[in-house]
């Protein structure tokens, strides 16, 4: 019995098929290398390569051609071509898209005719815009301090007509200076045609009363 067992034993072992000599699995150098391939090749096994398939990936183009005089297709060609020369001939089928222009980008110079009242900066006479103590406009801007806004003065228009946040040319009352337009009011919401300016104080609202004047846009909106 054990004589039987000792001849089947090396038929179970790894071995070489031209010399039959007995192999240690773990001798054999891992994958991938020169060193595993040369030592299969010397004790006469043959590796299994694997190959990996990849996708071709073909690139056609459909030619038409047509007859100019009756305008029908005399015959259709399909070429192979390149993915340079697909990407190419895709990029010249798309349309151009136009930039969009935004509100505040288009600025009229051309002078308009605004009928000019004043209100006043006094927290007396401006409730409304009043808040924890501070003036502050309709925009959200605190005016406290006087009624200059970043150097421009205050402006009080209707939003429909002159967007908040645009700097409008003024020239009122013999004067000519910047303004922008932070704020409104009831009576300037009712008005297409009239601006509002701030002012220090109720007595110089009163005497600065009704006044014709003109406006251009510096920057129209924000």
Known sequence: MFNVIASILPL???????????INVNEIPPIPSVE????LTDHGITPIIK????????????????DRGTNETVKTEVKGI????YE????????????????SQTVSNQSQNFEFTAYSHEPS???SHRYNGKIVTA??????????????????VNPNVIPYGSILSVSVNGQS?????????????SRSNRIDLMVNDTNEALTFGVQQGNISYVRKGW
């Open 88 to 103: 190419s001939s895709k990029k010249k089928a798309e349309p151009k898209k136009e930039p969009v222009k935004k509100e």
């Open 177 to 189: 200076f910047k303004g922008i337009a932070l704020d409104t009011g009831g009576a300037i919401k």
């Open 12 to 22: 179970l072992m790894p071995f070489s098929a031209d010399q039959g000599e007995y």
């Open 82 to 85: 390149s993915k340079k020369e």
């Open 139 to 156: 925009t959200g801007k605190d005016v406290t301090s006087g009624i200059y806004y970043q150097g421009y003065r205050i402006l009080a």
């Open 36 to 39: 595993r391939e040369e030592y």
């Open 51 to 66: 190959t990996e398939v990849k996708e071709k990936v073909v690139y056609k183009e459909r030619v038409v051609y047509v």
């Open 125 to 127: 006479e401006a409730q």
